[in-house]
Nanobody, 121 residues
């Protein structure tokens, strides 16, 4: 009923940049929050950045000043611009949305399938 489709991952050298996109589609009435998480091999999934409403943002300390999350409400799409990438940023990045579908009594959480980001020389 609801799909989150990520794109933009890939291989980049240290110091490089990537831009991730996540488009939400389906029977969506409104989106409360959108976020990016990541999971590196052998580690737990961690929250990277969140955007609430039109422009309220929060970032993990490890990415502050390097990553920027933004949102296009008309397209139900969230982006994350990642600059000055480091090898420790290597992970599968997942899109997350907390949204209300038509006919639902309360918002629910949805995940994308993930996109691999590898930072290596």
């Amino acid at each position: 009923q609801v799909q989150l489709v990520e794109s933009g991952g890939g291989l980049v050298q240290p110091g490089g940049s990537l831009r991730l996109s996540c488009a939400a589609s389906g029977s969506i009435f409104s989106i409360v929050t959108m976020a990016w998480y990541r999971q590196a091999p052998g580690k737990e999934r961690e929250l990277v950045a969140t955007i609430i409403g039109r422009a309220g943002t929060n970032y993990a300390d490890s990415v502050k000043g390097r990553f920027t999350i933004s949102r296009d409400n008309a397209k139900n799409t969230v982006y994350m611009q990642m600059n000055s990438l480091k090898p420790e940023d290597t992970a599968v990045y997942y899109c997350h949305a907390h949204l209300l579908t038509y006919g639902a009594a309360r918002p629910d959480a949805y995940w994308g399938q993930g996109t691999q980001v590898t930072v290596s020389s």
